[in-house]
């Protein structure tokens, strides 16, 4: 139902995105070529996953909180891009493996930072002092709840437009559909 853009047939405001994206994949995205339809949309991702990416939360953290929210957020795409993120990052199968089925993690540290997650969305921010303070006593900081907010944010926004435009796994990351 959602057009499938080319970087010709995009609204001009959306081709310079469209480029860049392409240019730093090595593909242009379904997903992309759809949210072209919205370049504030496809401008406002790619601020905030840029955004995103230069918190003080390390790469495999990060991957963690987008990875709770395409499980919870039923994302078959953003699954199957990140478990192919977390692949490259070289994270240890069991990780994956339970993030991709929703389940907790072996690692402690990284298993509150899930659980965390899931109760700002579950609260929608309102998580209580235990919960702040489970996380904060797992070595986190107040700068890292702000920041998984900021990952909320970005990839709830993301994994409802896929939703919404009908965006299919691209070849490039079937492989970890």
């Known amino acids: 139902m959602f057009t499938e853009h080319t970087i010709e047939s995009a609204p001009p405001a959306a081709r310079r995105v469209m480029t860049a994206t392409a240019n730093h994949l090595g593909y242009l995205p379904a997903a992309t070529a759809r949210w072209a339809s919205s370049p504030q949309l496809l401008d406002g991702f790619q601020k905030l996953s840029g955004l995103f990416d230069s918190t003080t939360l390390d790469p495999v953290a990060r991957e963690v909180v987008?990875?709770?929210?395409?499980?919870?957020?039923?994302c078959h795409l953003c699954v199957a891009m990140h478990t192919a993120r977390l692949t490259a990052l070289r994270a240890d199968a069991?990780?994956?493996a339970a993030?991709?089925?929703a389940q907790p993690l072996a690692d402690p540290r990284l298993d509150a930072l899930r659980e965390f997650t899931l109760r700002v969305l579950d609260?929608?921010?309102d998580v209580g002092e235990p919960a702040l303070r489970a996380f904060l006593g797992h070595g986190y900081t107040e700068r890292n709840a702000l920041?998984?907010?900021?990952?909320?944010g970005?990839?709830?926004m993301s994994t409802l437009a896929n939703r919404l435009t009908g965006a299919p796994v691209d070849d490039q990351v079937s492989a970890f559909a």
């Open 66 to 74: 987008i990875m709770t929210i395409a499980t919870r957020n039923g």
């Open 123 to 125: 609260t929608a921010g």
């Open 99 to 101: 993030l991709r089925g």
């Open 154 to 156: 970005t990839y709830v």
């Open 147 to 152: 920041e998984v907010v900021l990952g909320i």
């Open 94 to 96: 069991c990780v994956i």
